[in-house]
């Protein structure tokens, strides 16, 4: 099966403008997160899709493949138009906003789909730092006991209100997608369930689709502010990203 990574990159971010290109240690971001998932050997090829010049400039500068998209909604529907460019059987979505994603952990998500015919796959983390359980910026998943999502959260699940000492897991931003799949999520309307969190999955498992999770012990850390930005810059001058 061809498979086909793709990274979707928006310079209009709300909660940081400009997040691909902001350096890290002499390199824009998404260039970290490229040039990790070009070494991912199941990829048969890998895409930056964006709608920007700036980030199609950069891009091209340091030797990626761009795929120039429209204004899109959300990082799905820029790897869906992505799709509907290529001829690809299996779709990855590389979060550009993940510098420290590991080439491991793609292959992962890619087995998720591969492995059991799914249409829709992903992973999670457990999390026991209470800082990154009550962070709206990680996103929380809670799954059933096939390893299907039940539902996500940007507030945390399960709230454990009666004291019971339950495990938080928290979302890592990959998703891979069968491509008839993609194409018919990206035409959805989007829910208000998945308008509320913000959370693209839920629109999938609003509609009835079943979403794989597997469990992953490589944890990476999105970059959503400055600070952490700056906590990324650190750890990768300092050679410490096993310490997340």
């Not at 997040?19 to 240690?25: E, F, R, S, T």
């Not at 991912?40 to 895409?47: C, W």
Request: net charge negative; aromatic share 10%; proline share 5%.
């Amino acid at each position: 099966m061809k498979t086909i990574g793709v990274i979707p990159a928006r310079y209009a971010s709300s909660r940081f403008p400009g997040k691909p290109l902001a350096d890290i240690n002499g390199k824009p971001m998404i260039w970290w997160v490229w040039n990790t998932a070009k070494q991912v050997r199941e990829l048969n090829e890998l895409y930056i899709a964006t709608d920007d010049w700036r980030i199609a400039e950069a891009v091209s500068a340091f030797g990626g493949k761009v795929i120039i998209t429209g204004d899109c909604d959300t990082g799905t529907d820029r790897v869906a138009e992505a799709a509907l460019k290529t001829d690809g059987e299996i779709y990855v979505n590389i979060q550009g906003d993940e510098p420290l994603i590991e080439c491991k952990t793609i292959s992962q998500a890619l087995a998720t789909v591969a492995k059991n015919e799914d249409y829709f796959g992903t992973l999670a983390v457990e999390i026991t730092n209470q800082n990154d359980i009550i962070s709206p910026h990680n996103v929380k998943i809670v799954f059933d006991h096939q390893g299907y999502a039940m539902y996500f959260s940007r507030t945390p699940i399960p709230s454990n209100l009666k004291g019971y000492a339950g495990k938080t897991y928290k979302h890592l931003g990959i998703y891979v997608y069968r491509r008839d799949f993609l194409l018919n999520f990206t035409n959805m309307p989007h829910p208000e369930i998945e308008l509320s969190e913000s959370i693209e999955p839920l629109r999938a498992m609003y509609y009835g689709y079943k979403l794989k999770v597997e469990l992953t012990q490589n944890d990476s850390i999105g970059v959503d502010t400055y600070e952490d930005l700056v906590r990324v810059r650190n750890l990768l001058s300092t050679n410490k990203i096993n310490n997340l």
